[in-house]
């Protein structure tokens, strides 16, 4: 059985960080790419950070660059995405997904999913809640 677990998300004050973790069974880690989603209520799914399979290059929405880092481990099968400097703009239900094929699509160093693009991911974890407080 697929899974993909979320956890880590929970009230942190602005400015405070957070790290939010994902781990997945029943697939092969080293061979998908992964990606940190997030959804605040009215908006729509935004794109947050990629990771890649097999090289693990790594890839940020303009939004987080400088605050947010994506990154993995192989042997724990888990993805990770630490956030700096919280901000109301961050506060969103944070899930991770996971697909074959590179993070797209990708120009040069930038990076920006849309919908049809978050379609092919075929893994989907449930979501973990980040608040943040003033």
């Known amino acids: 059985e697929v899974q993909l677990q979320a956890s880590g998300g929970g009230s942190v004050e602005a400015g405070g960080r957070l790290r939010l973790s994902c781990t997945a069974s029943?697939?092969?880690?080293?061979?998908?790419?992964m990606m940190w989603i997030r959804q605040a209520p009215g908006k729509e799914r935004e794109g947050v950070a990629c990771?890649?399979?097999?090289?693990?290059?790594?890839y940020y929405a303009d939004s987080v660059k400088g605050r947010v880092t994506i990154s993995s481990d192989s042997g724990k099968k888990t993805v990770y995405l630490n956030v700096n400097g919280l901000t109301s703009e961050d506060a969103a239900v944070y899930y991770c997904?996971?697909?074959?094929?590179?993070?797209?699509?990708?120009?040069?160093?930038?990076w920006g999913p849309g919908a049809r693009e978050m379609d092919r991911y075929k893994y989907w974890g449930r979501g973990t809640q980040v608040t943040v407080s003033s």
């Open positions: 029943g697939f092969s880690f080293d061979d998908h790419t």
């Open positions: 990771i890649g399979s097999r090289t693990r290059a790594t």
């Open positions: 997904a996971a697909k074959s094929g590179p993070c797209a699509p990708t120009f040069g160093n930038r």
